[in-house]
């Protein structure tokens, strides 16, 4: 039974006294792990140029040797290209086709900066291809790049642009969300997020758990077309830093991480609370609150908001939660997750 699970049933056990519902409890915390929030390069064409990795959500990388590429608002990416020393570059050509330019293509500029438009979609990266023209005009490749399919949107940048501090971008089947992190308050847990940010980790994972008037929990699974998939996380888990310690409660719309019984056994999964959930504080130790939602999470805006969205699709029972009723009949993916500022 997963937590959630259990906090319905406790609300039913309540009904019929306390006595009753300290047993049911112990029972329960003796025999069944606390599920929420259970944490339940490539080779060379014939062009010279190399293949790029396949164009999937595990094969994004965000920097590489002599060229940077920063994700701006709707779909637009800055990409920082830094030839070798020594090297002749008097012009760049930024592409996101396999075409090998000329000497004499429009793509080449003076400028080391350029903006270019991503060319992917919501499973499909965008991959730049960066070239460099010698004052001579010879022209040689220069570096490989591959980058989210989208970006987010200008209103969600300007939310996160409106908070201090940090703050990562989502684009998940139901929308978009920005999350502002508490770096100051919750190092340790913002840092374990950021990395799997950066490691393109929760691009393509899936929402497995959404209950209605509880959570919606994600980032560990992926969908295989029939079933969820446990993500090997390449990292060790992490210490907890309690709501206690942090003074960071499990409120609505903050975001937290998901673990075991064991309470430095959080991974990749998170949660976000979808309604006050303040019992999470000290429950088992408490679960530690690391962000908050900032945008994609008001209510009755329309089109609707991202978490509104997220908590009205259909579920059933789930197969990874032991039956709990929260599995979405429609897989909620993850698509892009990544780190704006």
Known sequence: MGLVA?????????????????????????????????????????????????????????????????PLPNNLFRVVLTPATGVDAAAFCVRTDSATPTATDACFQSASTQDIAAQGSATVSTVLRAWTRSSAGAVAFHQLLSMPGKTCSAAAYAASGATTGSTACLITDSGELVIALESDKAPITVNNFVRYLNSAFYNGTYFHRVKAGFVAQGGGFVWTGSAYSKKTSPYASIALESPASTGLSNTKNTVAMARSTALDSASTEFFINLVDNTSLDTLGGGYAVFGRVVY??????????????????????????????????????????????
Not at 12 to 41: D, E, T, W
Not at 47 to 63: E, F, I, K, M, R
Not at 306 to 326: K, N, Q, R
Request: charged letters at 10%; aromatic letters at 6%.
């Open 296 to 341: 994609g999470q008001v209510t009755g805006q329309a089109p609707a908001s991202t978490l509104d969205s997220m908590a009205a699709v259909p579920v059933f029972a789930s197969t990874v939660l032991g039956g709990e009723v929260s599995q979405p009949t429609t897989p909620i993916a993850l698509q892009w997750a990544y780190q704006i500022k």
């Open 6 to 70: 259990k906090k319905a049933f406790n609300k039913q056990q309540a009904l019929k006294g306390p006595m009753l519902r300290r047993f049911v409890l112990s029972r329960i915390f003796a025999s069944v792990p606390l599920a929420l929030l259970v944490a339940c390069g490539g080779g060379s064409g014939t062009d010279g140029v190399p293949t790029p990795p396949p164009s999937t959500h595990d094969q994004v990388l965000t920097q590489a040797t002599g060229i940077s590429a920063q």
